[in-house]
């Protein structure tokens, strides 16, 4: 028999990504294409559905195009996407309305009626999350019910991303756990719709997709869509997971005592654990996993977005050469980071835009750039965005190592952020543990979706084993001593802020 082959494709926040793989776990080739979100307002982030759509199949044609693979050859496919970001569907299955991207925040007023429903305690007994911010699901639906009411009556189904595309790929409604668990309407101990949540929002079960495990088969693809991205009218349609969680696999995080970062659009730390593992604080979550019966821990903020935020901010001379073919404009910035002393010269930034994530949740969390002066630089506030989120990371760890009893010594890199040398080697200064990326960093979360796949088609039996096979180490950074002192008066300084405005955003924000 010949090589075999599959398809697994990245939805993320600003950008889709398609990668090919052939049995071993070799990459093919790989697509990336970005879109810009819509922001009407500061608080909304929304994205328009026929975008989705519209750049999966140019990333599904072009790696087909250009891998020189048989379409015949390629045998399944899987997807993972961010979770949190939710459209509404009528009766024909059309859009009521623009995606809600996971960041937006409308829904603040939402977030507190919720939190005063239901206790920290019941929220995480059911679900396995912190009390409810403005960025999750639920929230969001709650918004919608209250703001568009005579829309909301006419919702027949709501899904994410994922289930999204899955729908126009196979014309079902199936989705997974692995994302439903943060909607805060699915329990994660017994594999089903919240009933007191639904019955609080209003919802049916009906409204909501069939949730399989992941790495189950879907069914093929309907035939006017093979034909139309370039596929086989065979291909083997496998439920996918949610992007963080995808991401790990690719980097064989499987097992207890593994660490991933990965800074995307969003910034998330994640271990895997085999049975759940509830915050008596409420700071941290516990998500369902990809593999059946599995869980994952994931301390998550905003992340790469932000870098994003100032690259079309505030590096136009940046984003000018980039056009001009002189160079990424994120390379442009990490060249003006590097050349700036670590700790930026006093300069930090508190990355919370738009509210805080783990481990200090707090919905009114704002971003604050503090300690600035005439001699501080462009690539002084470069650097300090790359070390507040490294500052974010840390805590991160600190708080699950002591939520698990695990202590961390390395931590697997993925995402975005682990293409920057420069950051990575910050991340490892700041954390004081060895940071380390995959020969797959880029892609490992199509990876992860490509090993769904191929278990799902019956190539592996098994996800986990597959997982470690795949996964080897590309770079390893050690902490540089020289920077321990300056990072641990930025440690300090990030905890003092965090303490003194404690209850004070709140108190601003009301007014």
Sequence with gaps: ?????????????????????????????????????????????????????????????????????????????AMDSSAETIVFLDEHRKPLDNFYVWMDSRAEEEAVEINRRFSPEEIVRATGQTPIDPVYPATKILWFKKHKRALFDRIRMMCMCDDYLLYHLSGRFVSHGSSWCTSYLWDIVKKDWWPEMLAYLGLTADQLPAIQECGTPVGTILPEVADELGLPQDLLLVVGGQDQCAGA????????????????????????????????QGCVPCNYGIIPDSYMI?????????????????????????????GSAYDLMDALAAATPAGAEGLFLMPFFGGAGSPHPDIYGRGTLYGLNLGHTKGHIIRAFMEALACNITKMVEYVETLTGVEVKQVRSLGGGSLSPLWCQIKADVLGRQVVTMENTQDAACLGAAILAGCGAG?????????????????????????????????????????????????????
Aim: some cysteine; charged content about 25%; overall charge positive.
């Design 249 to 280: 696999i690719g980097v064989g995080n499987v097992s207890p005592g593994i660490f991933s970062e990965s800074t995307g659009g969003a910034l998330m730390v994640c271990t895997t654990a085999a049975a759940p593992v509830f915050d008596p």
């Design 1 to 77: 028999m010949g090589r075999t082959y599959y398809l697994g494709a990245d939805i993320g926040t600003t950008a889709i990504k398609a990668a090919l793989f052939d049995d071993s776990g070799r990459k093919i080739l790989h697509h990336a294409e970005e879109y810009d979100l819509i922001k009407p307002s500061a608080q909304r982030v929304e994205q328009r559905p026929e975008v989705y759509w519209e750049t999966f199949k140019t990333c599904v044609r072009r790696v087909m195009e250009g891998s020189g693979v048989e379409k015949r050859e390629v045998r399944a496919f």
């Design 298 to 326: 994931q301390a998550g903020a905003k992340g790469g977005i932000l870098l994003r935020w100032l690259r079309d901010t505030l590096c136009q001379e940046e984003l000018a050469l980039e056009a001009a073919g002189k």
């Design 459 to 511: 190539t592996w039996s098994s996800i986990a084993e597959t997982a470690q096979r795949f996964s080897k180490i590309h770079r390893v950074y050690q902490p540089n001593p020289a920077n321990r002192q300056v990072y641990d008066q930025l440690l300090k300084k990030y905890d003092l802020f965090i303490e003194a405005t404690r209850g004070y955003t709140e108190a601003l924000s009301k007014l």
